[in-house]
């Protein structure tokens, strides 16, 4: 299964932009990049995915590198609800579609 | 649209006792997965059922674990017996279709303590 790689712990001031870095450099060409986030005492829930372009919801936006090996989740006005833990996923290339969590990077936010 | 509904929130037992999850997805969602979140961890994948049969339990004990989703709705998770190591959050997730795109929605899972 292909790995990610994120920070343990970032911090960020309230209504400043957040840049959530991971890094895949074992990619493969099918392989989706998705974010999912977990605010304490809740499930994950999803944030946004990509394949190769930068996307864009209500949420946040996501960077996709050209050569696919890291990409960045941009939190453009941090709140102290988007205080969570941070996950970046490459959703496996099977059928099945499992999502396979790392560590993530938990986001303190301050006022 | 009601989320995905778990029950009970919070289970503390002793080890070698028996213990029972219950999962209900969103309503029209063929996916249904479970997880075991242990503390300071990422989830990590248990079963993973489409409409009533297992697609994946590769990463189930099953010498303790069992899970089953006998008409296609909502599931249970069962460890029999329990051991101090399964303390952990158990979260349940449902996604529309399987398949890689497929987002999957978590409910807030029900914590167990072993003692």
């Known amino acids: 299964d292909a790995k990610t790689t994120q920070p343990n712990s970032m911090e960020s001031n309230e209504e400043e932009p957040v840049h959530l870095p991971c890094n895949h450099s074992?990619?493969?060409?099918?392989?989706?990049i998705h974010w999912y986030r977990q605010l304490p005492s809740q499930g994950p829930e999803y944030v946004i995915h990509?394949?190769?372009s930068n996307v864009n919801n209500r949420m946040a936006s996501l960077a996709i590198a050209e050569d696919r090996k890291s990409s960045t989740l941009i939190l453009h006005r941090a709140t102290l609800r988007d205080a969570a833990v941070y996950y970046c996923?490459?959703?496996?290339?099977?059928?099945?579609?499992?999502?396979?969590f790392g560590q993530g990077t938990t986001l303190q936010v301050k006022p | 649209e009601a989320g995905v509904a778990q029950s009970p929130r919070y289970k503390i037992i002793e080890k070698r006792q028996s213990v029972a999850f219950w999962c209900n997805p969103i309503?029209?969602?063929?996916?249904l997965y479970w997880y075991q979140q242990i503390l300071g961890q990422g989830p990590k994948l248990l079963i993973q059922?489409?409409?009533?049969?297992?697609?994946?339990d590769s990463q189930l004990p099953k010498d303790r674990f069992s899970a089953e989703r006998l008409k296609g709705v909502d599931s249970t998770l069962k460890i029999q017996p329990a051991k101090l190591e399964d303390s952990a959050v158990y979260l349940c997730?449902?996604?529309?279709?399987?398949?890689?795109?497929?987002?999957?929605?978590f409910g807030a899972g029900t914590r167990l303590s072993v003692l």
């Open positions: 074992t990619i493969s060409g099918t392989d989706y």
């Open positions: 059922f489409q409409n009533n049969g297992v697609v994946d």
């Open positions: 997730a449902s996604s529309l279709l399987q398949g890689i795109v497929n987002i999957q929605y």
């Open positions: 996923i490459l959703r496996d290339g099977s059928n099945t579609g499992k999502l396979i």
């Open positions: 309503s029209g969602h063929a996916t």
């Open positions: 990509g394949l190769t």
